[in-house]
T-cell receptor, first 114, second 112 residues
Framework: SQKIEQNSEALNIQEGKTATLTCNYT??????LQWYRQDPGRGPVFLLL?????KEKRKERLKVTFDTTLKQSLFHITASQPADSATYLC?????????????FGRGTQLTVWP | DGGITQSPKYLFRKEGQNVTLSCEQN?????MYWYRQDPGQGLRLIYY???????QKGDIAEGYSVSREKKESFPLTVTSAQKNPTAFYLC???????????FGPGTRLLVL
């Protein structure tokens, strides 16, 4: 069956450290993979997109990697701050899908403590 | 000010009642989507629309209906046939079905 698994439900780290979140997928062939941030009671906010032929993408303190051999994407937040505390969702679009459907993981709740 | 708006923020439904959730976008996006989010679960697709006057069922369409009469609007009706409607409902849009989806602020539906 198809699955998207995000490492743990919750991740707690100290301010200033690097947070690393994992997204593993099974029985998908992603055309691209995306990461969203969601705050409690709010809609997800798009952060980064990485395509199947890309290894790494960066945006300010954020970095995403994509390994199609391992079927895994890693999402890094460097120099983390308490304001980075939120739930992070990974989502992928399957190659060959003409309808553009996104499939979502359950999310990882990140807490950055001072 | 461009974006996606959803209203109301909170909605209460009585037994046997149909309720309609509003979703409007002024981004000139062709594609629009409705998702349902339950605690501890990933977003699940209810309905999506690639263009005006066209829509398709997602994974959990039973008990829901939609219309797409205007490009900027994609209302979702939760009918009395939906036996477990309590959830957080999210609307999204994208320039077309192959591009990134952008989400609205959500509507929380509660049953009285």
């Amino acid at each position: 069956s198809q699955k998207i698994e995000q490492n743990s439900e919750a991740l707690n780290i100290q301010e200033g450290k690097t947070a690393t979140l994992t997204c593993n997928y099974t029985n998908y062939s992603p055309a691209y993979l995306q990461w969203y941030r969601q705050d409690p009671g709010r809609g997800p906010v798009f952060l980064l997109l990485i395509r199947e032929n890309e290894k790494e993408k960066r945006k300010e303190r954020l970095k995403v990697t994509f390994d199609t051999t391992l079927k895994q994407s890693l999402f890094h937040i460097t120099a983390s701050q308490p304001a980075d505390s939120a739930t992070y969702l990974c989502a992928l679009r399957n190659r060959g899908s003409t309808l553009g459907r996104l499939y979502f993981g359950r999310g990882t709740q990140l807490t950055v403590w001072p | 000010d461009g974006g996606i708006t959803q209203s109301p923020k909170y909605l209460f439904r009585k037994e046997g009642q149909n309720v309609t959730l509003s979703c409007e976008q002024n981004l000139n996006h062709d594609a629009m989507y409705w998702y349902r989010q339950d605690p501890g679960q990933g977003l699940r697709l209810i309905y999506y629309s690639q263009i005006v006057n066209d829509f398709q069922k997602g994974d959990i369409a039973e008990g829901y209906s939609v219309s797409r009469e205007k490009k900027e609007s994609f209302p979702l009706t939760v009918t009395s046939a939906q036996k477990n409607p309590t959830a957080f409902y999210l609307c999204a849009s994208s320039p077309d079905v192959r591009e990134t989806q952008y989400f609205g602020p959500g509507t929380r539906l509660l049953v009285l």
